[in-house]
């Protein structure tokens, strides 16, 4: 991280079958590492990745709930393959979310933010879609969090949950300065729905919001067939009145090919979220409250993982 700001990495991820944990640990390595010689200090890998896992168990990656709890079961082994990465390239990482199995039996979809110092914060998703609910049978989480890191304070609204407003603004409330947003979308329809909410939320809150989607096709798997999507790095179209800095007429700093698979970069810098809450051409964040029927937003834990 330098005096301007840092370096976000969002990657357009493949879901591939793998032959065995060794397949699984080398290409996240791979991942990193590219993302590292890129320059990022913070990588964000998209909803539903972790589903590739399911791959490892043959006589379950061609059921929709046997593969479910294969990736629930793998997820400790995963977790702490992306604790170790943080540490050895110092730098933050949001693991591909992934269901899990809670002490009530019932499986929530869980995105996990790994420090270079060792700790680690996860959010669940709190609103489900359809399919999450009908097919799935995924239960939605109950908790808002807002992580201090080393980079700022980030927040995480797992796709579908990009797309209502008061959930990202419970976190700018509290502080967000930068919104990871993980999606998995299986046509275009839905990467705009989760596009078009996220460059929503960068507006209302005057901060930046980071999508990554999964892509390509994956005919093995149940639960992650096909994705479509493209990785974006937004902000509000606005400048600081009387000052050089700004963000880009249309709000998008960074975005990558529709359906190919690597990383997009893009620098943030906190310090521009304070000058344009304090003084952009609009004030969208400090005038939320005065809205006609305001009402209370969601709670949000305060999470170190200084």
């Given amino acids: ?52 896992l399911a791959s490892l168990d043959p006589k379950t990656m061609g059921d929709l709930q046997g593969s479910i709890a294969t990736v629930s079961d793998l997820l400790p082994r995963a977790d702490d393959l992306h604790a170790e990465l943080a540490a050895r390239h110092g730098v933050h990482i949001l693991a591909a979310s992934a269901p899990r199995r809670g002490a009530d039996g019932r499986f929530r979809n869980v995105a996990r933010l790994f420090a270079p110092n060792g700790k680690r914060g996860e959010q669940e998703k709190l609103v489900m879609t359809r399919f999450e609910r009908e097919q799935w049978n995924i239960a939605p989480g109950s908790t808002l969090r807002l992580f201090d890191t080393a980079l700022g304070r980030i927040a995480v609204t797992i796709c579908y949950d990009s797309e209502f407003p008061l959930l990202a603004r419970g976190a700018v409330e509290a502080g967000a300065e930068v919104l990871l947003v993980p999606s998995c979308t299986d046509s275009l329809h839905g990467y705009w729905r989760v596009r078009i909410g996220s460059q929503a939320r960068a507006l209302e809150g005057q901060c930046y919001v980071v999508q990554s989607p999964t892509v390509g096709e994956a005919s093995w798997s149940p639960a992650v067939d096909v994705n479509r999507g493209a990785a974006g790095v ?14 880009p007429e249309d709000g998008v700093l960074a975005m990558g090919e529709e359906g190919a698979a690597g990383w997009v970069h893009a620098r943030i810098d906190p310090a521009l979220v304070a000058e344009l809450r304090a003084d952009g051409g609009v004030l969208n964040a400090r005038h939320w409250r005065e809205q006609p029927g305001a009402v209370p937003l969601p709670p949000v834990e305060i999470v170190s993982l200084l």
């Fill in 1 to 52: 991280m330098s005096a301007f700001g840092w370096q976000v990495a969002a990657a357009q991820y493949p879901i591939d079958r793998l032959a065995d944990w060794a397949a699984y640990a080398e290409k996240l390595e791979r991942w990193v590492a590219l993302a590292v010689e890129g320059g990022a200090d913070l990588l964000v890998f998209p909803e539903y990745g972790a589903m590739e």
């Fill in 234 to 247: 937004y902000g509000p179209p606005d400048a600081v009145r009387g000052g050089a800095w700004a963000m």
